[in-house]
């Protein structure tokens, strides 16, 4: 998911996993250690089809996944990233997102499922969303304004991590692409029209800023 202009913002507050922590680094570890990666977009195979239950936990492999992912958010200024946008089949999304009331939220999570909350006890949020893997546009969605994901850490401990307003709107746009699915599929034909047009139109500007600022990721190193 990528950040509205609004949300990038100092974070004063922290939940890492879900707990509150005394402070945090503005850079999260995870993107120090891990490398870029391109990122699939609309149109690519793996991001359209469900993606594969994580069964192997704890390994270098997947750890060494979750720091590229980060890395790579962090150059897109992205607000979450699922695998798939990687290019990798496996239930798994990271986040670094900060929410309309200034908490910034970390984290992962495998093998995420969101739990169903009851149709007359939601309330529908319609604002701006963009992704990632449509480099460019952004267009207003309806979305639940509180999620409940329950899912695994990397080393197959059980996770629980709620989210209301802007974070439960990440953690549900993520969850859609483990999924196969993208915002555009919830838009109207015309809107997700506008939404491709746009996007060619920006993905050039969008691809050499993320350039840019893996460049300077790698200065820090």
């Known amino acids: 998911m990528a950040l509205r202009p609004k949300q990038r913002m100092v974070d004063r507050r922290v939940r890492v996993q879900g707990e509150p922590v005394d402070s945090y680094p503005a850079l999260a570890p995870e993107v120090l250690r891990?490398?870029?990666?391109?990122?699939?977009?609309?149109?690519?195979?793996?991001?359209?089809?469900?993606?594969?239950?994580?069964?192997?936990?704890?390994?270098?492999?997947?750890?060494?996944?979750?720091?590229?992912?980060?890395?790579t958010m962090h150059v897109a200024e992205?607000?979450?990233l699922a695998a798939n946008q990687v290019g990798v089949d496996l239930r798994l999304f990271v986040?670094?997102?900060?929410?309309?009331?200034?908490?910034r939220h970390v984290g992962h999570i495998v093998n995420p499922v969101l739990d169903?909350?009851?149709?007359?006890?939601?309330?529908?949020?319609?604002?701006?969303?963009?992704?990632?893997?449509?480099?460019?546009?952004?267009?207003e969605v309806a979305r639940p304004d509180h999620t409940v994901v329950r899912g695994q850490d990397k080393a197959g401990r059980p996770l629980v991590i709620e989210g209301r307003g802007y974070f439960a709107r990440c953690l549900q746009h993520e969850?859609?692409?483990?999924?196969?699915?993208?915002?555009?599929?919830?838009?109207?034909?015309?809107?997700?029209?506008?939404a491709l047009r746009r996007m060619e139109e920006q993905r050039g500007d969008?691809?050499?800023?993320?350039?840019a600022r893996a460049r300077a990721l790698e200065a820090l190193r």
């Open 175 to 194: 969850a859609d692409h483990l999924n196969g699915g993208l915002y555009l599929d919830r838009l109207s034909a015309r809107d997700r029209r506008t």
């Open 206 to 211: 969008v691809f050499a800023g993320r350039v």
């Open 34 to 71: 891990g490398s870029v990666r391109r990122i699939t977009v609309v149109g690519e195979e793996v991001l359209h089809r469900g993606s594969r239950e994580v069964v192997d936990f704890g390994t270098p492999e997947l750890s060494a996944l979750i720091d590229d992912m980060f890395a």
């Open 116 to 139: 169903e909350e009851p149709a007359a006890g939601r309330r529908l949020v319609v604002t701006d969303e963009g992704c990632l893997s449509v480099p460019g546009p952004y267009l």
């Open 95 to 103: 986040w670094d997102c900060t929410d309309e009331d200034g908490v």
């Open 78 to 80: 992205g607000a979450g």
